[in-house]
């Protein structure tokens, strides 16, 4: 299970264990209607415009640079709860003390205030407070004043509003990655880091306050010690 949520400029523990984790969706089996060409001198390998497809999978994948091993699993589908099952598959085969980082993941509470449900962070700078509305606001009734887990990816947290089930957080830019018709930034929250899908080219500064949009209906919230 996760043991400790920790931010990247952290302090590591003595002798920790690094894995580069990442998953990615719909990998298509492809059946080309011809066989491609091999590979030659002075000739790139060559492959059929047309093929049939034979459904998708998701893989999930965790590197291990220092001893080039890789677990990996693969599942039929892709939401929070092939990532656990994947992250607990990470805790069965390493050291017990697991450290999730850079998950656009962040623990807190949920409490009362102004006759409504809060998502609360602690922490000294660039927390995170924010309304529970929607789809979420039944569900978080159960997680009043206990510790829980935030989950939200990328894609749903950009500079989009989405009527009826976005709330606007300003934070910190920490790293921004230009990808061409987008951005990935990295912003700092009080207990981890929320990496944002910025649509459109802007250009961003280390210390920049953002605001962005979180697209409540996409969150997930577990509680720290039950996992559910």
Same mark, same amino acid.
């Given at each position: 299970? !996760?043991?400790?949520?920790r931010?990247n400029?952290?302090?590591?523990?003595?002798r920790?264990?690094?894995?580069c984790?990442?998953?990615?969706?719909?990998c298509?089996? &492809?059946?080309?209607?011809?066989?491609p060409l091999?590979?030659?001198?002075?000739?790139?390998?060559?492959?059929? *415009?047309?093929?049939?497809r034979?459904?998708t999978?998701?893989? +999930?994948?965790?590197?291990?640079?220092?001893e080039g091993?890789?677990?990996?699993r693969?599942?039929?589908? *892709?939401? *929070?709860?092939?990532?656990?099952?994947?992250?607990?598959?990470?805790?069965?085969e390493?050291?017990?003390h697991l !450290?999730?980082?850079?998950?656009?993941?962040?623990?807190r509470?949920?409490?009362?205030?102004?006759?409504?449900?809060? +998502?609360?962070?602690?922490?000294?700078?660039?927390?995170?407070t924010?309304?529970?509305?929607?789809r979420?606001?039944?569900?978080?009734n159960?997680?009043?004043?206990?510790?829980?887990?935030?989950?939200?990816r990328p894609? *749903?947290?950009t500079?989009?509003p989405?009527?009826?089930?976005?709330?606007?957080?300003?934070?910190?830019?920490?790293?921004?990655e230009?990808?061409?018709?987008?951005?990935?930034?990295?912003?700092?929250a009080?207990?981890?880091?929320?990496?944002?899908?910025i649509h459109?080219?802007?250009?961003?500064?280390?210390?920049?306050?953002?605001?962005?949009?979180?697209? &409540?209906?996409k969150?997930?919230?577990?509680?720290?010690?039950?996992e559910k």
């Amino acid at each position: 299970m !996760i043991r400790t949520l920790r931010r990247n400029s952290g302090t590591s523990p003595e002798r920790a264990l690094a894995l580069c984790c990442d998953e990615k969706s719909s990998c298509q089996a &492809l059946e080309r209607t011809q066989r491609p060409l091999t590979l030659k001198k002075g000739y790139g390998r060559t492959q059929t *415009h047309d093929y049939i497809r034979h459904g998708t999978i998701t893989l +999930f994948a965790a590197l291990s640079y220092l001893e080039g091993k890789i677990i990996s699993r693969t599942e039929k589908c *892709h939401t *929070h709860l092939e990532w656990l099952r994947f992250l607990k598959e990470i805790d069965r085969e390493t050291p017990k003390h697991l !450290i999730c980082t850079s998950l656009s993941i962040t623990a807190r509470r949920i409490s009362t205030q102004r006759g409504g449900l809060f +998502f609360v962070e602690a922490g000294d700078a660039n927390t995170l407070t924010f309304p529970l509305k929607g789809r979420l606001e039944p569900i978080a009734n159960k997680y009043i004043d206990k510790n829980i887990v935030f989950g939200i990816r990328p894609e *749903h947290i950009t500079n989009e509003p989405k009527e009826g089930s976005s709330v606007p957080v300003t934070l910190t830019v920490d790293i921004s990655e230009p990808m061409g018709s987008e951005s990935l930034v990295y912003l700092r929250a009080g207990t981890g880091n929320l990496i944002a899908r910025i649509h459109g080219e802007h250009l961003f500064h280390l210390g920049e306050q953002v605001t962005v949009q979180l697209d &409540l209906e996409k969150v997930s919230l577990f509680d720290v010690e039950s996992e559910k």
